[in-house]
């Protein structure tokens, strides 16, 4: 307990003088682009940006869940020879509604439709079903099926966000969720947010279809199994568009802006995954000289002619496009669709001269619990107390290397963490130092008192950092923002003050004490 090798020493040492290593970049410029440097970032209340709400529009969500049953529905009972059927999808109910003319084929249909069930084995079921004596079958949605739903649209609207967001070149965004469908975004540093909100206003869900060159689309209402669409750079035309999904834009793996060798136009050249290669392929080589239209939230964006199959798994969407607006679009395309719809219900914008302010007053709170702590470890413990002084630097400096190298956020709350940790990094000094005081008082020798002083105060050490341990792990897991900062914070000060208050610390009272062999304790 009270003996170091040399190796150990120059290991401890070592491990210190990385700390500082690693806490540098924090304070000088990063000298060129290829060097590793990690800094902490800072948060939105501290630099400055922007803050938005989203909310993610569950109706539609619940509307394409039905619409997608009806179409599945209608799809096996022609596949399964049921004459005579109508499907109905009610979104006001959560449900479709299907009546079979045949009541022998009753039972086959309510078959076919216990198959539109998403629930897997065991699970409970997302479908509830009733039967009236009239032969009418409803399908509603239950509750637990609209909550996996929900949950799902917004785990995966966050990924989505998240991944057009880096496509921007945001430093270190905060996305988190909020409430049932609400999404939280801070983008430090970025104090204009509207092109932000462009992308994520988006739901960018591609799809490529056939046109219908027989359809009039003078009518009012288009013919079944066609839509009519805008054809955007057409002064608000519209074109006829087959309702089949050809191809899909999840398919998509890849797409660039960049300009036609041609006419210099900026295109979007986009690049399918093997199933979308194959597809597009088909579709191309039994169409040739047909337009085929590409269509992003139902608005048709380009349809061009397909003049000979197109085999290699690549293409190019032209239009009316500008630099930013092709970027935009390749942006979008890469990051995916969104499940629904996001809707910007709060935004704010904190000025960098709030975030000066608060780094200001963070620092100087910082600064004066620095200095208070030393004073108290000074007087109350005398030399060993200096030890603990000591002791704390290293915790501080090996804490910020710790979130430089994680390249962590910091927060106002990570500032509290910060503070607060100064003064639990010296508990187990007062702990250890009180304990060996009462093995001088008790008449040990000192270094009998300071063996026994550690290894006495090692279980209780121990035992009070590892509760507050697990219980900031568990504020880290389930809470949102800030909260997980300070968690964050609170628990890498943990780890370092256990480090530095039983290792470092002992290590300096075993080198005093090998120096100068003295016959009391200055304790």
Known sequence: MMYFSRLQTWLILGVCA???LLSLPNLLPKP????PWRAINLGLDLKGGSYLLLEVDMNAVIKERLDSMADSARQSFRRAGIPRFLVTAQQAQNRITVRVEDPTKIAQAMGLLRELSTAQPGQRPDLEFEQAPDGLITVTLSPIGLRERATAAVGQSIEIVRRRIDETGVVDPVITRQGEARIVVQLPGVEDPNRIKQLLGKTARMTFRLTDENANISQAVPPPGVDFLTLEGRGGGRIAVRRRIEVDGANLIDARAGQDTRNSQWVVNFTFDSVGTRRFAEISRANVGRPFAIVLDDKVISAPVINEPIVGGRGQISGNFTAASANELAILLRAGALPAPLTVIEERTVGPELGADAIRAGAL???VGFILVLAYMAVFYGLF???????MIANLVLMIAILSLMEATLTLPGMAGILLTL???????????ERIREEVIAGRSPLNAMQHGYSRAFSTILDSNATGFLSHVMLFTFGAGPVRGFAITITVGILTSMFTATVVARLMMVRWYARNRPQALPV
């Open 32 to 35: 060129a682009s290829w060097v």
């Open 365 to 367: 709170a910082i600064g």
């Open 18 to 20: 990385l700390g500082v």
């Open 423 to 433: 003064g639990l990094s010296v508990d187990a000094n007062i702990l250890i130092n």
């Open 385 to 391: 107390g200096w030890f603990a002084n000591v002791a």
